[in-house]
């Protein structure tokens, strides 16, 4: 709610921990909330698009600390 997501319409960068980030992935990808394991560091990468008049959540990439 605090990013205006996914109504908003800018870029948004959410930064937080275990075992907050883990539900929020699982949140957006599976419309639950479920303890999702993500590891320190790693970027993942979400957009959106409505698809028959329905929002839909994309990963784009998820990117390992190492490489990142």
Same mark, same amino acid.
């Given at each position: 709610?605090?990013?205006?997501?996914? &109504?908003?319409n800018?870029?948004?960068?959410?930064?937080?921990?275990?075992?907050?980030?883990?539900?929020?992935?699982?949140?957006?990808?599976?419309?639950? &909330?479920?303890?999702?394991?993500?590891?320190?560091?790693?970027?993942?990468?979400?957009?959106?698009?409505?698809? &028959?008049? &329905?929002?839909?959540?994309?990963?784009?990439?998820?990117?390992?600390?190492?490489?990142?």
């Open positions: 709610a605090a990013t205006g997501w996914p &109504e908003g800018g870029a948004a960068l959410v930064v937080g921990h275990q075992p907050a980030l883990g539900r929020l992935c699982a949140l957006l990808l599976s419309g639950s &909330e479920a303890d999702w394991t993500i590891k320190k560091g790693a970027l993942w990468w979400f957009t959106n698009r409505v698809r &028959e008049g &329905e929002t839909q959540t994309v990963l784009r990439a998820v990117i390992p600390s190492e490489l990142a």
